[in-house]
């Protein structure tokens, strides 16, 4: 692994190489443990470099075997080469030469899972963000960008299969069992997009036909025998290629493209050119093994990665500071189209939840950084919330201000003006302001400062003289390196709802520009008048979380109801009810001492009583309305000093109260959401099995009893109802026998099956309460777990710290030191898993102080190792500031 070397990078700094690679052509003799690359890198000088700046090359652990520089092997004293390092001086002045680099490596022994390794006995490869120097020296960077030419020797009965980027050029047998392909690339592309796989797998096939009429092929390999399970990631991938062309005009490029499933990989999956590799986590799904959302995560990153094709791979970064350039638009891009491929409200209320629930605490703790940093020790720590879905919520206020038209304007002339080129964010902003003559200056702040911004709202309503006055007033919290915090240009969609829901008209507005329902807030304090309100509307504001920041606006409960009851934004509806019984889990959470019982505002079950049974409103978000926040939504507002025990027996009050109050609609609505048809995994349906699983919820809170739901556990005819009623047992009827048996009977039926075994681990280790670490610390006993598989880790030690938090906040800190002994065993071997375990701990400083001195002391006892990775190192750092 890479230890800590102090190293510190800076945007500052960047400059562009002295040396160009044109073209690279890489053979690759596979064997387990001894593969040889040889690269024949055709390289010059960059016009205007020092004609005497030696040529450095990146690696990774490498071993050098030999070097030649045109045909003659290296003399010594031209090079030096250390593992991580070749240095070659004495190059041409202007002419192209070549440059022929020799290693040897072990895939087999490579447990990070970065560079050439073997997963199931498939070679594949990771090279984002610095993977490619494992495999040999190269100016291993995104803005290098280079053709490829790639040939593969293996055993022909161990990797029938030889696949790289590009097109297929050549294949042929080389006599002793062994046999070659040879592809090529004819689009240049940085390093981190290269990638090989060669093995054994069966294959599901498809074409393609592209707008101007190019055929596709399409291929999709898995393993033997789990070709049908690739069907649903097929049919994902089709509707993307068509989307993209239909929605931003981007057409596919090359004769073929392909995905591998593979089962150990280190996230959800890799766009490289031409040849995505997968987790094959989100690529197998069948009714039996998948959940709903399994399916929507499938459909979600198939369509991520296939729109890496030209966000992030034709038009590429500079430097891995503009990660969010590629992966922030690219977010976005894929929101957009799930949100036309299923319903749009409830695919912005699943995002919002979600960038609530990772992006804002990232925000607000130590590991808080900008969608674009300025300063970075280990990149892999930088594939973050907020480089992810804050920088996909920036490109969305893009779309806020500008309009569709002008949006898809800006897009166009940034694919126009950047295509084959590694840009910058101001490439990119650059592009929307030309495009559309705007300036977006103060707006561009977004991608450079960090922390959530807050808006601050009051409402003075003058029934004399018709007006509405709002004052606005906007600030930013301090975060690491920014104590200093510059105003924002924050688009606010906004509606004034009149008393019967219908929107209030207004004569004039004065004090910040209106453009449609956005209200732009650009100074500190702006305070907006509205002129001709005779009566005191209901302000709804943040209409589809236009802006990704908090709202300290004191509402009334009844004009929260009111919203959710007649807003015509149907997110908004939704943010209405939320934000109301968020405000009542926090009050029921002040009140919890000892176990009181708590009641639920009466004007707060009507609400969400009412929306579950309004027939009108599709059951998907009905089922979205009656999910209550989380606990750690409500960890989260609160802010500081919590007692995450305190806060999971409020909920729990209000919960089973809302339960009982409401049960004869949720039993309704359970037996309605039976429908009897054969089950498909399309948004309508997927809707009506989560409603009916939240009514099973509640119906079985309401009763008390286990019974209804381990009798839909055994009726389940899909993987969704069937952990749906796993859940509900093992998390509110703990040790009961049927709860017990449910989880034998799904442990049996599943055991050859990892990817379904994962779930079964997940539900165990989120479990609330104390006793769930022993079975945490049991079930890697197991052998349903490998710390040497990311799935296994994720499923079970990161569902329990990021998930449970009173089984991992135990008051007696035992969570953190369990998971403190996990990270550093799990370094040794995977630092980058390692380190994105250990951030389960960044909000440890809002703690109450016992649980806050137990946290200090395991992130100490972390710091404290001899030697850590880099990635570690620099997240334990961080956390404890
Ligand atoms: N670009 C990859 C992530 C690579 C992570 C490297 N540590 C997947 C994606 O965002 O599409
Ligand atoms: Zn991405």
Known sequence: MRTDTGQVFHLEDYRPTDFIIDAVSLTFRLAPQATRVISQLTLRRRPGAASDAP??????????????????????????????????????????????????????????????????????????????????????????????????????????????????????DLGNGRHFAVWHDPHPKPSYLFALVAGDLGVVEDEFTTMTGKPVVLKIFVEHGKEARAAYAMDALKRSMRWDEEVFGREYDLDIFQIVAVSDFNMGAMENKGLNVFNDKYVLADPDTATDQDYANIEAIIAHEYFHNWTGNRITCRDWFQLCLKEGLTVYRDHEFSADQRSRPVKRIAEVRLLKAHQFPEDAGPLAHPPRPVTYSEINNFYTATVYEKGSEVVRMIRTILGADGFRKGMDLYFERHDGEAATIEDFIKAFEDANDADLSQFAIWYRQAGTPAVSVSLHHDANAARLTAEFEQSVPQTPGEPTKKLMHIPLRFALLDEDGSEAATDAVKGARIE???????????????????????????????????????????????????????????????????????????????????????????????????????????????????????????????????????????AADIAKKGADVFRTIFEAMYDGRTFSPDADSAGRRALRSVALHHLSLAEGDP??????????????????????????????????????????????????????????ATSPGPATL????????????????????????????????????????????????????????????????????????????????????ALRSIAQKEPLSTDVRDIVKRTLG
């Open 55 to 172: 040529l450095v090359l990146d690696g990774d652990g490498l071993n050098l075997v030999s070097l030649a520089i045109g045909d003659a092997p290296a003399e010594k004293q031209r090079y030096t080469a250390t593992p991580e390092m070749l240095t070659v001086h004495d190059l041409p002045e202007s002419e192209t030469f070549t440059l022929t680099v020799e290693t040897e490596i072990d895939p087999s022994a490579n447990s990070q899972l970065m560079g050439l390794y073997r997963s199931s006995g498939v070679y594949c490869t990771q090279c984002e963000a610095e993977g490619f120097r494992r495999i040999t020296y190269f100016l291993d960077r995104p803005d290098v960008l280079s053709v490829y030419t790639v040939r593969m020797e293996a055993e022909t009965k161990d990797a029938p299969l030889l696949l790289s980027n590009g097109n297929p050029v050549e294949s042929g």
């Open 707 to 764: 019974a209804r739901a381990f009798q839909a556990f055994g009726k389940a005819d899909n993987m969704t109802d069937l952990s749906g009623a796993l859940s509900l047992l093992v998390h509110h009827f703990p040790e009961t026998p049927a709860a017990r048996e449910a989880l034998e009977a799904f442990e049996k039926r599943f055991a050859a099956d990892p990817l379904v075994i994962d779930k079964w681990l997940t539900v165990q």
């Open 516 to 654: 449609g329902d956005v209200l732009h807030l650009t100074e500190r304090r702006q305070s907006v008048v509205f002129e001709g309100v005779a009566r005191r509307p209901v302000l709804s504001l943040n209409r589809g979380f236009s802006a990704p920041i908090t709202l300290n606006f004191q509402q009334t409960s009844e004009d929260l109801a009111h919203i959710a009851r007649h807003e015509s934004d149907a997110f908004a509806r939704w943010q209405g009810l939320n934000d109301f019984a968020l405000r009542v889990l926090i009050e029921a959470t002040r009140q919890a001492d000892g176990n009181k019982p708590i009641a639920c505002d009466p004007l707060l079950v009507t609400a969400l009583v009412e929306t579950a049974a309004d027939d009108r409103l599709e059951p998907a978000f009905r089922a979205q309305a009656l999910t209550l926040p989380s606990e750690a939504d409500v960890a989260r507002e609160i802010g500081n000093n919590i007692d995450p025990d305190a806060i999971h027996r409020a909920r729990d009050m209000i």
């Open 774 to 857: 022993s079975r945490v610390k049991a079930l890697m006993e197991t052998r349903h777990f490998s710390l040497s598989n990311p799935n296994r880790v994720r499923a079970l030690i990161g569902a329990f710290a990021a998930g449970n938090p009173t089984g991992f906040n135990r008051a007696d800190g035992a969570g953190y030191v369990f998971l403190a002994e996990q990270v550093t065993a799990l370094d040794g071997k995977n630092p980058q898993v390692a380190a994105r375990l250990l951030t389960a701990m960044r909000s440890w400083r809002s703690l109450e102080p016992v649980r806050q001195a137990h946290a200090s002391d």
